[in-house]
């Protein structure tokens, strides 16, 4: 027919698993908790918790010239393990000031030990064995200096490049930077460990206390029309005052500015990561009874 009428049809959908189980989990944990003088109270614990029979599609399984969507089934492992840490010193409660001071640490490392993924290229391009969520992205060696520099590294294919934009590395030294050269960068959002450090202080009606938290581990990305300069109709912002030009060749962190649509330099890359790590006091507070 060459008339643009619409014609039903019924086409074979995703292959069903009749079999799907639960996920399985198994924890375990060793602690211990003591008080010695009864002043100094120490809470230590150390844990594992692998979940078994996740979700997850068969790629590794089933190859996919079988021609057809493949359903989840129950393939995937994953193994958490960390360590928590709690100290705490207490005064004599017969002194005229009283106080108590605690600090803890906790940390905790996921780690994927099997999700069934495709056969890549290049080992680094694996989530097996990394963490769950791991970014994976090009690595930025910093900006191009002038046209020398570009003409002597590898080809980046995304578009065509200018001194001041972002030079990336050649994972897989085949000359040519792509989407194969992609590999892992930073850390997730969530962090890794976490500090905290409170206390309180008593004195004849006067009290004092606050409570203090950093965290370490974490990765966050300069993403969207804020960081990225004139990109889909967007504005710039103060950060690209240290844009390259010519002129700040050598102290720019920026690339230059473009009007069009950089396919270079706004990739996916450890360009626009920063650490994420911070201390932030969350509470302080002073009082008269």
Not at 36 to 54: C, G, H, K, P, Y
Not at 186 to 204: A, H
Not at 271 to 280: L, P, T
């Amino acid at each position: 027919s060459n008339t643009n009428s619409q014609v039903s049809g019924i086409a074979e959908g995703p292959l069903a698993n009749p079999n799907v189980i639960w996920e399985k989990g198994r924890k375990m944990n060793f602690g211990i908790d003591m008080t010695i003088l009864d002043r100094v109270v120490v809470s230590a614990d150390i844990f594992e918790n692998r979940r078994t029979d996740i979700l997850t599609t068969p790629n590794r399984a089933v190859p996919q010239y079988l021609g057809v969507t493949l359903p989840l089934l129950n393939d995937g492992e994953v193994r958490n393990r960390g360590f928590e840490l709690t100290t705490r010193f207490n005064s004599k409660p017969s002194s005229e000031l009283t106080y108590s001071i605690q600090a803890s640490v906790w940390s905790a490392k996921n780690e994927i030990i099997f999700n069934s993924e495709p056969i890549r290229l290049y080992e680094y391009q694996q989530q097996t064995g990394r963490q769950i969520g791991q970014p994976f992205g090009l690595v930025a060696l910093g900006l191009f200096k002038d046209q020398s520099d570009i003409d002597n590294s590898p080809t980046q294919i995304f578009t065509a490049v200018q001194p001041g934009d972002i030079k990336y590395k050649d994972l897989n030294t085949d000359g040519v930077i792509d989407q194969q050269d992609a590999g892992p960068i930073g850390n997730t959002s969530m962090p890794t460990t976490t500090y905290s450090l409170s206390s309180k202080f008593n004195y004849k009606g006067f009290d004092f206390s606050f409570f203090l938290q950093a965290v370490t581990g974490r990765t966050v990305y300069f993403g969207g029309s804020y960081f990225h300069a004139f990109q889909n109709n967007g504005q710039v912002s103060d950060i690209a005052l240290g844009r390259w030009t010519p002129e700040t060749a050598s102290t720019a962190d920026f690339p230059r500015l473009s009007a069009s649509n950089n396919l270079n330099n706004y990739r996916y890359s450890s360009f626009w990561q920063r650490d994420g790590s911070f201390v932030k006091l969350r509470n302080v507070e002073i009082g008269y009874t």
